[in-house]
């Protein structure tokens, strides 16, 4: 499939007059074999087939034509003058009055959008190579004077045959060489992490980047561990405002270095190189490309195996729902609203900010009063635990701390996301069907209850429980462990939480 329908941020919205009809043919060429949506700017998007050259092509549809089709029209004639393995191919651009149309090159493939959505954040090794590829299009294209203007994830497309392409450019005034090279930073960042940085790069379908109490931006390896420092410190300088950009020559470059760099930066994570030499590109003539620029689908299915990935998948949900997410909430409904469901498909639990309280069997139920902070779709509140000294168990003076959260009714729970300002944390979850008295006896039950899966021992800032589809209306996060509070002092430890999600198929 070419290209995803919600690949565009919101602009100008262009109304949908036209409806042509599957089989039609424009221009005596390009008949339409199927719709495939439309994108955000309301234009039609069709697989289609050049009748004279028996080839698939894709069909961008856009009415009215005329001047308001000129930058769509403009931005296609300039690209295809560009030959680039890593842009896709524009064909032919046609303006009959009432409609305007750009043919071009069908990827049969998947968007790294829909790559993120369906298996979660990628490893390094192979984000670094997605972003490769794409800052070398965009070199050839700043190389012609012309700025992109649509880099994001649902225009980066993988295609079966190895390839990594860039597409759907958008010529327009809001186009710089600038926000081109800002973009390709946020790429990484969203293939690193799952998530786009709004502020940053623009908004577009993916929920923000996660940010910490002052609205800063967490680096990516504050969210996931085995990201090597060179990609983590070039992320986070391509996303900061303050810093000087490269040029997308220089960032294709230092790309190049990391994207060959395997015998030492990802020593502790070997590639395999036999998946991406399957799918090897011949080489390029003029931009060095390495040869881990050659992404396969089937290397990337892979990592759905991981327990930790699966998790990811069923949390995460699809990126194609037209609903606005909440920021730094993976997963999460929007505030009083119920997710919508399908048989026996998981789907984001809506917590009730009453369905939370602070389980401590022994000493304070530390901030109690500020629990349902973990379910308001703002990473900026938080629930904190008091500080403790000397030993991360709580100061040895309490075996644990929980938050006990209310499904409503009984859920097969897919997974459980918690969103930490801090790494270091260790927790489990528990489950049950029965209720428990808010008492300290009540407290001392719950902590009895099965746990559902493996402790997690030094968890990350962003942690995902499986919740191995048990059946529970009770869920318990238990911590045993907190991680250092340098900011309050030395031998000094605290637990901040900012958000939970929980994602599942709940009983009628």
């Known amino acids: ?64 034509g005329g001047d308001s089709a000129a930058e769509m029209l403009s931005a296609a004639v300039t690209a295809s003058r560009i030959v680039h393995p890593h842009l896709i191919g524009v064909y032919d651009a046609i303006d009959e009055g009432d409609r305007a149309y750009v043919v071009r090159e069908w990827v049969e493939g998947t968007s790294l959008r829909k790559v993120v959505a369906s298996y979660g954040p990628l490893e ?47 010529a327009d005034e809001a186009a710089t060489v600038e926000s081109d090279i800002r973009a390709i930073g946020a790429v990484l960042y969203c293939a690193l992490t799952g998530n786009w940085p709004h502020v940053e790069a623009g908004v ?25 420092n060179q990609v983590d410190q070039l992320t986070v300088d391509l996303l900061n405002p303050n810093l000087d950009l490269p040029t997308a020559e220089v960032l294709a470059n230092e790309l190049s270095h990391l994207d060959n760099a395997e015998g030492a930066l990802f020593a502790d994570e070997p590639l395999d190189l036999d998946a991406f030499d399957s799918a090897a590109l011949a080489p390029e003539s003029s931009t060095p490309t390495g040869r881990k620029m050659a992404i396969v689908i089937a290397a990337l299915l892979v990592i759905a195996i991981a327990g930790t990935i699966a998790a990811v998948n069923t949390l995460g949900g699809s990126k194609n729902s037209p609903t606005t997410p909440q920021v730094g909430a993976v997963g999460t409904a929007a505030p009083g609203k119920s997710p919508t469901t399908g048989t026996g498909a998981a789907a984001p639990i809506t917590i009730a900010p009453t369905a939370l309280r602070i389980v ?9 009063q500020n629990a349902s902070k973990m ?21 040895n003076i309490k075996p644990g701390i929980g938050v006990l959260i209310d499904l409503g009714k009984e859920t097969a729970v897919s997974a459980v996301q918690i969103d930490m300002a ?7 979850l528990k489950g049950s069907n029965t209720a428990v008295p808010d008492s300290r006896e009540g407290d001392a039950a719950a902590v009895g209850w099965a746990d559902i899966g493996e402790p997690k021992v030094d968890a ?15 869920l318990l996060v238990w911590f045993t462990k907190i991680p250092p509070s340098p900011a309050d002092g030395a031998n000094k430890f605290r637990l901040e939480v900012m958000e939970i999600a929980v994602r599942g198929q709940q009983s009628p």
């Open 1 to 64: 499939m070419d290209d995803d329908p919600l690949a565009r941020t919101p602009a100008s919205q262009v109304l949908d007059h036209g409806s042509p009809q599957v089989g039609e043919v424009l221009a005596q060429r390009y008949r339409l074999e199927e719709h495939i949506g439309n994108d955000m700017l309301g234009r039609q998007l069709w697989r289609g087939s050049d009748v004279i050259l028996q080839r698939p092509v894709t069909v961008v549809l856009r009415y009215p």
């Open 124 to 170: 390094a090794d192979k984000a670094v190579a997605i972003a490769h590829a794409v800052a070398a299009a965009v070199s050839a294209l700043h190389d012609t004077g012309m700025a992109h203007g649509n880099v994001q994830p649902g225009t980066v497309l993988i295609g079966d045959d190895g390839r990594v392409v860039l597409g759907d450019a958008r």
């Open 204 to 228: 577009a379908n993916e929920l923000d980047a996660s940010r910490n109490a002052a609205g800063a931006i967490l680096a990516p390896h504050q969210i996931r561990a085995g990201i090597p």
């Open 360 to 368: 401590a069997p022994v000493n304070d139920r530390d901030n109690a």
């Open 375 to 395: 379910v308001d779709g703002n990473p900026g509140t938080t629930w904190r635990t008091n500080q403790y000294f000397d030993y991360p168990n709580f100061g």
């Open 422 to 428: 801090a790494s270091g944390a260790t927790v489990v």
């Open 460 to 474: 990350t800032t962003r942690l995902l429980l499986s919740g191995q589809e048990q059946k529970v209306r009770y």
